[in-house]
């Protein structure tokens, strides 16, 4: 049950965009649209930023955006505001898994 | 406003057991798949159990298997974790969360600190 590849960091000024990248295979992320996206910040419970792939729950601005090319899944930030500033996670249906899905290893997005 | 309300984190020795719960609010409980998923400090995200919306299917990560337990309680719209034969790396918050829907898990609780130590 090997965990999705994210980079350990991931940093931008305010206003500009960042993208981070969550790479799989086929038997998960290249193989099923169910990617979803964590935001967490220090002390506190994750919270649902994207899911099947590029989809945003009600209330999560449009800044976030998801997308997949092959075996990896991308989330990008545009604008970047202070409060982007937070641990990202992917997460994907993963088929090979006996478990049945699987988390990135996360990344720290840091705004400058 | 949904609300998902975790209990039961505790200092407990190596080999001890302890029984996580997490209480639900403000959505149809017994209609979702739920799940358990725990941090290990300075760690990430790790899926732990889930279990279907009537309790007939239940799914755990190999390093638990065996060991915990989830189950639920629709009546009194609840989510549990046994946890036995605790180890010092199941030492982590454990976080209570659901609907779940493939990876998609649209709420979580504020979380539950278990530590394993002698």
């Known amino acids: 049950q090997s965990a999705l590849t994210q980079p350990p960091s991931a940093s931008g000024s305010p206003g500009q965009s960042v993208t981070i990248s969550c790479t799989g295979t086929?038997?998960?992320?290249?193989?099923?649209?169910?990617v979803s996206w964590y935001q967490q910040h220090p002390g506190k419970a994750p919270k649902l930023m994207i899911f099947e792939v590029n989809k945003r729950p009600s209330g999560v601005p449009d800044r976030f955006s998801g997308s997949k090319s092959d075996n990896t899944a991308s989330l990008t930030v545009s604008g970047l505001q202070a409060e982007d500033e937070a641990d990202y996670y992917c997460?994907?249906?993963?088929?090979?898994?006996?478990?049945?899905?699987?988390f990135g290893t996360g990344t720290k997005v840091t705004v400058l | 406003e949904v609300q998902l309300v975790e209990s039961g984190g505790n200092l407990v020795q190596p080999g001890g057991s302890l029984r996580l719960s997490c209480a639900g609010s403000?959505?149809?409980?017994?209609?979702?798949?739920m799940t358990w998923v725990r941090q290990a400090p300075g760690k990430g995200l790790e899926w732990v159990a889930n279990i279907k919306e009537d309790g007939s299917d239940k799914y755990y990560v190999d390093s638990v298997r065996g060991r915990f337990t989830i189950s639920r309680d629709n009546a009194r719209n609840s989510l549990y974790l046994q946890m036995n034969s605790l180890r010092a790396e199941d030492t982590a918050v454990y976080y209570c969360?659901?609907?779940?829907?493939?990876?998609?898990?649209?709420?979580w609780g504020q979380g539950t600190l278990v530590t394993v130590s002698s």
């Open positions: 997460s994907s249906y993963a088929v090979s898994n006996s478990f049945g899905y699987v």
């Open positions: 969360g659901g609907p779940m829907m493939f990876s998609r898990v649209d709420y």
């Open positions: 403000g959505f149809r409980f017994s209609d979702y798949w």
């Open positions: 086929s038997s998960d992320v290249g193989g099923y649209n169910y």
